[in-house]
Nanobody, 121 residues
Framework: EVQLVESGGGLVQPGGSLRLSCAAS????????MAWVRQAPGKGLEWLSA????????KYADSVKGRFTISRDNAKNTLYLQMNSLKPDDTAVYHC??????????????WGQGTQVTVSS
């Protein structure tokens, strides 16, 4: 069974930064595109960013473009999300997601349990 375990969330002040990690196991990590999504209280799921299997192609939602950076280390089977200039509206549970193929035009097939990010003064 695929495992995706997020870490790095916490409480941060507006304008601050956090780096989320997602440790992947039980599948061949470097064969699959990955993404980050989030869910704020009372809101639907929001797709944030995706990266292809090789790590040389990325895509961002307008809401995070220029502030968040997705990356991956295929040698460590780990996905990252560097989040800068955080805003209270970024408060949410952040999940890493595995795509069913090597590019991010495929479907999601596995999710992690998520890590809470709270942006507040």
């Amino acid at each position: 069974e695929v495992q995706l375990v997020e870490s790095g969330g916490g409480l941060v002040q507006p304008g601050g930064s956090l780096r989320l990690s997602c440790a992947a196991s039980r599948f061949t990590f470097n064969n699959y595109a990955m993404a980050w999504v989030r869910q704020a209280p009372g809101k639907g799921l929001e797709w944030l960013s995706a990266i292809n299997s090789g790590g040389d192609s990325t895509k961002y939602a307008d809401s995070v473009k220029g502030r968040f950076t997705i990356s991956r280390d295929n040698a460590k089977n780990t996905l990252y999300l560097q989040m800068n200039s955080l805003k209270p509206d970024d408060t949410a549970v952040y999940h890493c997601v595995k795509y069913s193929g090597g590019d991010y035009d495929s479907d999601y097939d596995y999710w992690g349990q998520g890590t809470q990010v709270t942006v507040s003064s």
